[in-house]
């Protein structure tokens, strides 16, 4: 059973390029989660998700950053004219619908802005 | 709202030391509280877990007790090894609420 899928592992934009970060969730399982984690901090969450539904994006910046998570396909992160602030490791959890505190992690995708 | 407050590092211990890092946690409610490691350029791995109160958690030597008057979830290891050198991260969450909301991180290093 493939763990957390995360692709592409580096990502490399240049300011006011668009950024797309991808997450396959385990087999069976149906909730995702981003985590942002800045240099030397902790990780911050930012939204979850089940098939076709936004269920909490509290953690969401207000402008430039989007997700979704579709009948069919991965979890799309997306950040509309990047800027250097957005510089972080990007992470992907998920878990299954009964088991939804046990969160599996993948290996996150780590943008750099220039 | 919740948060979590973790043992500043970095650790630095040598081989076959006793390892403590700390971790408190505010929050309403009962959360359920976690140990997440992670190693070089990879992500978090779930290490140990309690789910309520008095509860202990562990895993590969590692062992961690739930204490609710003391809100803490220390994490412990008797004899710790060069492959034990990692990022250690608490975290809580809350039934209803599944974010996972997490301290800063303490990295560990452990030299031979």
């Known amino acids: ?114 | 709202g919740d948060s979590v407050t973790q043992m500043e590092g970095p650790v630095t211990l040598s081989e076959e030391a006793f390892l403590t890092i700390n971790c408190t946690y505010t929050a309403t409610g009962y959360p359920s509280l976690f140990w997440y490691v992670q190693y070089p350029g990879e992500g978090l791995q779930l290490l140990l877990k309690a789910t309520k109160a008095d509860d202990k958690g562990s895993n590969k030597g590692f062992e961690a007790t739930y204490r609710k008057e003391t809100t803490s979830f220390h994490l412990e290891k008797g004899s710790v090894q060069v492959s034990d050198s990692a990022v250690y991260f608490c975290a809580l969450s809350k039934i209803g609420n599944e974010k996972l909301t997490f301290g800063t991180g303490t990295r560990l290093t452990i030299i031979p």
């Open chain 1, 1 to 114: 059973n493939a763990g957390v899928m995360q692709n592409p592992r580096h990502l490399v934009r240049r300011r006011g390029q668009e950024a797309r970060l991808r997450c396959s969730p385990m087999k069976g399982h149906s909730h995702v989660y981003w985590y942002r984690q800045l240099p030397e901090e902790g990780l911050k969450f930012m939204v979850y998700l089940q098939k076709e539904n936004i269920i909490d994006e509290s953690g969401m910046p207000k402008e430039r950053f989007s997700a979704e998570f579709p009948k069919e396909g991965p979890s799309i992160l997306r950040i509309q004219q990047v800027v250097r602030g957005d510089s972080a490791a990007y992470f992907c959890a998920s878990s299954p619908p009964a088991q939804s505190e046990t969160q599996y992690f993948g290996p996150g995708t780590r943008l750099l802005v220039l």
